[in-house]
Nanobody, 115 residues
Framework: QLQASGGGLVQAGGSLRLSCAAS?????MGWFRQAPGKEREFVAA????????YDADSVKGRFTISSDNAKNTVYLQMNSLNAEDTAVYYC?????????????WGQGTQVTVSS
């Protein structure tokens, strides 16, 4: 079970940190987002086993995925937010995937960036 939180309304240029608490350890954790009228988009992924992370080009240098292994929690630190980052953000888990093919999904958390 995955529980995402931390969304909200923020002004352009601001920051938010999303959290995803997992009830168990899944090999890969990822963040995705879906803006109104658009397809779901991969944002970032992380492997629990090490420090391997991957960020989509659209967020590279602004977003950082990290984890607290003791808490089974994955974070998405989002800086320099702009209106194009407005979306529902989902955390997901996968035994085999990386940027796609995720089996486990949490509920979304809304992020709204005002310009």
């Amino acid at each position: 079970q995955l529980q995402a939180s931390g969304g909200g309304l923020v002004q352009a240029g601001g920051s938010l940190r999303l959290s995803c608490a997992a009830s168990g350890r899944i090999y890969t954790m990822g963040w995705f987002r879906q803006a109104p009228g658009k397809e779901r988009e991969f944002v970032a992924a992380l492997r629990w086993s090490g420090s391997t992370t991957y960020d989509a080009d659209s967020v590279k240098g602004r977003f950082t995925i990290s984890s607290d292994n003791a808490k089974n929690t994955v974070y998405l630190q989002m800086n320099s937010l702009n209106a194009e980052d407005t979306a529902v953000y989902y955390c997901a888990g996968s035994a085999t995937g990386w940027t796609q093919n995720y089996e486990y999904w949490g509920q979304g958390t809304q992020v709204t960036v005002s310009s």
